[in-house]
């Protein structure tokens, strides 16, 4: 009787040990899909949760008619640590170096931490996620660097700590609402602490752009200016009146 029962439990344990192994990618795909609200997909995943690839694409929402993929598929692996676990992202064209994050549980909450050497993304991408990126039609390169970026979520505190820091450097970006092409490069840091701030600033162009921006208990938020190189005034007019309120020969940039 004994033996019947250790074997009932032995073939139980062992079909669950089957399932957590060789659970289908299309399990992660639909947690993704579901945490990021439609906003993030992984479409056509092959693999299983901890092994495989997938068409990353960005779109508005749920039946959105925007939708864009990164040029080629995106791989992954998650592996399990002694201290949680480690996503590995690799896409052809973007991960020259992998993108790393490291999950731990936290008493009451999580710990994510993101590694991001350099990865290269293109700015086109964006459009997919709908207004104002597809009105904006930008072009260029985004380069992505962090070290070590920690956020860290525990239940009993009222919102997210950010520590560590990253940036972006949005390089030969241009936009269909101008003819001016580039429109410029612009260096974009993210700095965490106890009032996690963004930095805007410009680093070369014709459309100058600077600002900063906190994130506090009410969200974030960011104010800043636009304004054309001296002789680009015309060319950037309708760009810069897309961008936010006109004030003279400058734009007010104001987000939340």
Do not use: I
Not at 107 to 126: C, E, F, I, M, N
Not at 205 to 222: D, E, K, Y
């Amino acid at each position: 009787m004994k033996t019947a029962r250790f074997s009932t439990w032995g073939m139980a344990l062992g079909l669950l040990l089957a399932v957590v192994l060789h659970a289908p990618a299309q399990w992660l795909a639909s947690g993704v899909n579901a945490a990021s609200r439609g906003h993030v997909q992984l479409r056509d995943a092959q693999g299983t949760v901890w092994q495989g690839d997938a068409q990353w694409v960005l779109t508005s929402g749920p039946g959105g008619q925007d939708a864009l993929a990164l040029p080629q598929r995106l791989h992954w692996q998650l592996r399990p640590q002694w201290n949680g676990l480690q996503l590995t992202l690799n896409a052809a064209c973007c991960t020259p170096q992998p993108v790393l994050l490291q999950l731990q549980p936290q008493w009451l909450g999580l710990q994510v931490t993101l590694s991001s050497p350099r990865s290269l993304w293109p700015a086109q991408w964006l459009s997919g996620l709908g207004a104002p990126w597809n009105t904006l039609a930008l072009d260029g390169v985004l380069q992505l660097q962090s070290q070590e970026l920690r956020w860290t979520w525990r239940s009993q505190e009222p919102q997210a700590l950010l520590d560590g820091s990253a940036q972006l450097q949005l390089q030969g970006l241009s936009s269909g609402l101008s003819t001016v092409k580039p429109l410029g490069s612009y260096s974009l840091r993210l700095q965490g602490g106890p009032q996690p701030s963004v930095v805007l600033a410009t680093t070369e162009g014709q459309l100058l752009m600077q600002g900063r921006g906190a994130f506090g208990a009410r969200g974030f938020s960011f104010e800043g200016e636009a304004r054309a190189n001296t002789g680009h005034e015309t060319a950037l007019a309708n760009l810069l009146g897309v961008l936010g309120q006109r004030v003279g020969n400058r734009t007010v940039l104001r987000w939340g």
